[in-house]
């Protein structure tokens, strides 16, 4: 017996990813290793507020060195000094030092923006959402004083807004979310920018385009 065209389309089509059905307001990247904030794109203004200054001032103090002739040269002369000293004083402490210290500074910039890029780019502690909220047995497992129920984005099933967990030995009161529609753990807050729960959440830096959590 040959098998029916339906079912022979269903096991060609390959299963999708959870970054292509994700629904917060994320920027995925390189097949979702890489997520980002909706408002990425002032990661671009960082970058250039960071490397700008830094590359505009060695070409600057490469130029005067370089073309730094006449009277030019007697302004250079107590920096060489000092310099030279200061450089001397090092390697007699270190030999090595001096080296270390000279890559240290030719690489800052590139562990800046690589460390920039890793803020920017890597999940924050994000909370996945549930499909549907918990089930009625669950919730009403461990008492809780609340009053205030929840029935907007769920109209056939009353959640308590708050309940009561254990945690370490102590009683934590939790919060009910209702976009990702689960009781979020403690120190745990939502996101209205990416529109996600995110675990020890601090705050949503503009500057990187990402949720911070300490």
């Known amino acids: 017996m040959g098998s029916s065209p339906s079912s022979s389309v269903a ?15 994320n920027k995925f990247l390189c097949g979702g290793r890489l997520v980002f ?12 507020l960071i490397a700008g200054p830094a590359i505009a001032f060695c ?16 302004h250079w002369s107590p920096v060489l000094i000092v310099g030279s000293i200061l450089t001397a004083l090092l390697m007699m402490r270190d030999p090595f030092s001096y080296l270390k210290l000279k890559l240290k500074c030719q690489t800052t910039l590139v562990q800046d923006l690589i460390f920039l890029l890793l803020t920017s780019g890597r999940d924050p502690g994000i909370v996945p959402r549930n499909s549907r909220p918990p089930e009625f047995d669950e919730t009403f497992d ?12 769920t109209p056939h099933l009353k959640l308590p807004r708050t309940k009561d967990v ?3 030995g102590h009683m934590v009161k939790v919060k ?39």
Not at 11 to 25: A, C, D, E, F, I
Not at 37 to 48: E, I, K, M, R, Y
Not at 142 to 149: A, D, K, L, Q, V
């Open 59 to 74: 070409v600057k103090i490469y130029l005067k060195i370089k073309n730094g002739k006449g009277g030019d040269s007697a």
């Open 176 to 214: 009910f979310c209702d976009t990702c529609l689960l009781y979020r753990p403690p120190r745990t807050s939502h996101c209205s920018i990416c529109n996600n729960c995110v675990q020890r959440f601090d705050h949503h830096c503009p500057w990187v385009g990402q949720c911070i959590g300490i």
């Open 166 to 168: 254990i945690v370490n």
């Open 11 to 25: 096991h060609n089509v390959k299963p999708r990813r959870l970054y292509q059905v994700w629904r917060g307001s």
């Open 142 to 153: 461990i008492p809780t004083p609340s009053m205030e129920w929840i029935n907007g984005s």
């Open 37 to 48: 904030g909706p408002d990425v794109a002032s990661l671009f203004l960082t970058t250039l």
